[in-house]
């Protein structure tokens, strides 16, 4: 029989108190208040790197979420992504703390020079030795362009159109500056002239002349992760990305968002296994099935509605406040993101979600699947999630933090590793090695 193919695993977190589930923050396990601790970050990196995790990904948004009921009361309340840290300043010390585990940042391409966050990526790809990545994103709330001085944001069509941009100018700036052995450090050259080189870029948004100013890191360029599934996010997602993170309420919008970025990357002519695919799923797990029921119906009644409401008006543009949660939901075109809620809506016509459900599913890791239960079972329902979605492994959002990574470590990943689906010991490396992409 074919070894089965390996699963990988990123724990997804963000630099605040609540992340993916609304309310969790009042779990008396829950210690996501202490994001302002160094220590909090580090152990949690310890804890993942010694469970044999690839990374740690760290979402961010640089808004407020303003829209539900049209204002932030509710976010600021519910403790919904504010208050916000940045979730660079961390990386370094986890670095320090760890040995493989790898790190990605998500930092959207709308609201920074790149010339600026190329050199930011890059020093931190020289202080973690290699195991940096960057979640490339567009952004969504219009709050963010607001406070950055930009007036309205970029349409969603036009955020993607710099964005590709962007990432010219970063990759130019990566790969066409420095050559391998421009610093000498020799009589009274530390770097040779003649190999550092301008990337004379003009573009409709940016003009660089160059040259970089960071010497050339281990893995030269971050590992480019992508996140966001509409028709144009998979457009670019096909040029750039080396590792997409999808999210979605079942197997059947997965496995289409898994098909669809396969096409994109072949379109754009490159080889679609050559992509990595994280999908997104909540993880319940304890010693036996009975005592991970109890823990899942813990963590639901400590959900926030309001919070919930909240959290999806800033991700799709639509306010759901107030409407009758048996009201069937209904796909609209919104400037803000498109994937969230084509994922509840036409990524399967097959199932209609009621308002109400929508905000239920998102009480526990937000829109992806919930998998309960002892390790052998959490690890049957991923095992049955990649296998029919063909996606490559895992974006694990927390209900309580660290708990959830805990009780993964605990009893998930052993299991995993029985059935031979994760390495049995450390995978060195840099973060582009270990996750074998090319
Ligand atoms: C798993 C996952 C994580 C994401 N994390 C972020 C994030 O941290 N910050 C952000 O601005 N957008 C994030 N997004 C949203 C997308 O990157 C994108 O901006 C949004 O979905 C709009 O793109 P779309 O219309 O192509 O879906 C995430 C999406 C997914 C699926």
Redesign the pocket.
């Known amino acids: 029989m074919p070894a089965r193919p390996r699963i990988h695993l990123n724990a ?1 977190a ?1 630099m605040c108190a609540g992340h993916q589930s609304p309310g969790l923050w009042r779990h008396p396990a829950d210690q996501g208040f202490r994001y302002t601790d160094l220590d909090h970050w580090t152990s949690l990196a310890r804890l993942l790197d010694g469970a044999g995790f690839d990374a740690l990904f760290l ?3 640089l808004g407020v979420y303003d829209v539900a009921a049209g204002s932030r009361d509710a976010a600021v309340r519910a403790g919904i992504q504010i208050p916000l840290g940045d979730p660079m300043m961390p990386v370094s010390a986890m670095a320090a703390a760890t040995t493989n585990l790898g790190f990605g940042v ?1 930092v ?1 391409t709308s609201y920074e020079h790149p010339y600026a966050l190329a050199r930011r990526f890059t020093t931190l790809d020289h202080l973690t030795r290699g195991r940096i990545g960057w ?1 490339v ?5 219009a709050s963010a362009a607001a406070n950055l001085g930009l007036g309205e944001q970029l349409a ?1 069509d036009e955020r ?1 159109a710099q964005a590709d941009e962007y990432l010219e100018v970063c990759r130019r700036l990566w790969h066409e500056s420095w050559e391998d052995d421009a610093v000498v450090r020799s009589g009274d050259t530390y770097t040779d002239p003649a190999k550092v080189h301008d990337i004379d870029f003009h573009g409709r948004w940016y003009d660089v002349p160059g040259p970089f100013l960071c010497e050339p890191s281990p893995q030269r360029s971050p590992v480019i992760f ?5 028709p ?3 457009a670019f997602a096909g040029r750039h990305a080396e590792a997409v ?3 979605g309420p079942s197997t059947t919008v997965l496995a289409g968002q898994v098909d669809r970025l396969r096409s994109a990357v072949s379109d754009a002519g490159r080889d679609p296994s050559s992509v990595t695919v994280f999908c ?1 799923l909540a993880p319940v797990a304890a010693a036996t099935s009975t005592a991970a029921d109890d823990l899942y119906a813990e963590y639901l009644d400590s959900f926030s509605l309001e919070g919930a409401l909240a959290l999806f008006a800033g ?1 799709t543009g639509l306010d759901l406040t107030g409407i009758d949660p048996d009201q069937p939901l209904r796909y609209v075109e919104s400037d ?5 809620l084509a994922s509840f809506t036409t990524d399967d016509p097959d199932r209609e979600w009621t308002v109400g459900e929508v905000a239920r599913h998102l009480a526990v890791g937000g ?1 992806g699947p919930v998998a309960v239960g002892s390790g052998a079972e959490v690890a049957d329902q991923m095992e049955t999630w990649v296998d029919e979605t063909g996606a490559d492994g895992f ?1 694990l959002a927390y209900a309580v933090v660290p708990g959830t990574f805990e009780q993964v470590a605990e009893h998930v990943v052993p299991e995993l590793r029985r059935r031979g689906r994760m390495p049995s010991g450390p995978v060195p490396g840099t973060l582009r090695e270990r996750l074998a992409l090319r």
């Open positions: 997804f963000m979402a961010d948004v998500t959207s979640n994103v567009t952004g969504y709330l969603h993607y992508q996140a966001g599934a509409s144009r996010g998979l993170f999808i999210s997104q991700w803000a993101g498109r994937s969230a829109r974006n």
